[in-house]
Antibody, heavy 121, light 106 residues
């Protein structure tokens, strides 16, 4: 079955970097985009952007340019989210989600379990 | 495109019929999905294309709407349905979410 398995929780100091992984299984990785979604503590879902797993072209939402980097290693069916120069406001759970398009309809039909990134001095 | 859900929270009893509304700031055809999220868990897709039930989702969940106004209905609320529900639009980028509706036990 389709699965997205993310790396474990991270505790980082301000100014450090973190790289979250999202390993896909159960389907052909390069056929569906991977999206990243942030959820700050007690808050709603915020779409960060996506990466085309065929072309490796990323697309970032406003507010997630510069310090946020999406990348892939297609040889191991894994997507990565790197956050550079971490700030306290980056403390959140980060989810990867597979986007499926069928009959002109898109949706996020499979999600990773989430990775908690805590930024604290 | 902004999505506004109402209400932000509601209290209901097991067996109740619950309706959640999602209003888009401009027309999005039927490019809307609904998700359920329980505490400590990832969101789970319920409905896409405004009204198509995702495989494996109980039939008590249904969606409707087109353009700017959409509705998620839960018929005969079950104990496992107490959660937060989000709408998301796929008409254009960014793929915005509504702010969420928390369904609590009365």
């Amino acid at each position: 079955q389709v699965q997205l398995v993310q790396s474990g929780s991270e505790l980082k100091k301000p100014g450090a970097s973190v790289k979250v992984s999202c390993k896909a299984s159960g389907y052909t990785f390069t056929t569906k985009p991977i999206n990243w979604v942030r959820q700050a503590p007690g808050q709603g879902l915020e779409w960060m952007g996506s990466i085309n797993t065929n072309t490796e072209n990323p697309s970032y939402a406003q507010g997630f340019t510069g310090r946020f980097v999406f990348s892939l290693d297609t040889s191991v069916s894994t997507a990565y989210l790197e956050i550079i120069n971490l700030e306290a406001e980056d403390t959140a759970v980060y989810y990867c989600a597979r986007e499926t398009r069928w009959d002109l309809q898109d949706r996020f039909d499979s999600w990773g379990q989430g990775t908690l990134v805590t930024v604290s001095s | 495109i902004q999505l506004t859900q109402s209400p932000s929270s509601l209290s209901a009893s097991v067996g109740d019929r619950v309706t959640i509304t999602c209003r888009a700031s401009q027309g999005i055809s039927n490019y809307l999905a609904w998700y359920q999220q329980k505490p400590g868990e990832a969101p789970n897709l319920l409905i896409y294309g405004a009204s198509t039930l995702q495989s494996g989702v109980p039939s008590r969940f249904s969606g409707s709407g087109f353009g700017t106004d959409f509705t998620l209905t839960i018929n005969s609320l079950q104990p496992e349905d107490f959660a937060t529900y989000y709408c998301q639009q796929f008409n254009n980028y960014p793929r915005t979410f509504g702010q969420g509706t928390k369904v609590e036990i009365k």
